[in-house]
């Protein structure tokens, strides 16, 4: 079983930035795809950002020119930095280990979500 554990989120205002992380037990080089996921009350999770085992990424296009992710193999950790925050980007950020960079599959890994919530 593979545990993955998110911290970094945190109250900003409208414009801050904060960077989330993801730690996990395992090589992040042996689970194909990592990435971020997000959920706000009343609305469905979607992909925020992910980076597969080759490098490749994939955005939300909310977020592209803001939100950068990366990974640092010898930590097992990725990271999510966020620049220039919006009311919007509110949510509860959920870690992922899976399959694909586009969209999530039933036996994917999930941490236990970290709350991002941006004043205006």
């Known amino acids: 079983q593979v545990q993955l554990l998110e911290s970094g989120g945190g109250l900003v205002q409208t414009g801050g930035s904060l960077r989330l992380s993801c730690s996990a037990s395992?090589?992040?080089?042996?689970?194909?795809?990592m990435g971020w996921y997000r959920q706000a009350p009343g609305k469905e999770r979607e992909l925020v950002a992910a980076?597969?085992?080759?490098?490749?990424?994939n955005y939300a296009d909310s977020v592209k020119g803001r939100f950068t992710i990366s990974r640092d193999s010898t930590r097992n950790t990725v990271y999510l930095q966020m620049n220039n925050l919006k009311p919007e980007d509110t949510a509860l950020y959920y870690c992922?280990?899976?399959?694909?960079?586009?969209?999530?599959?039933?036996?994917?890994?999930w941490g236990q979500g970290t709350q991002v919530t941006v004043s205006a």
């Open positions: 992922n280990g899976g399959l694909s960079i586009t969209r999530p599959s039933p036996h994917d890994y």
């Open positions: 395992k090589n992040i080089l042996t689970i194909y795809a």
């Open positions: 980076i597969n085992s080759g490098g490749s990424t």
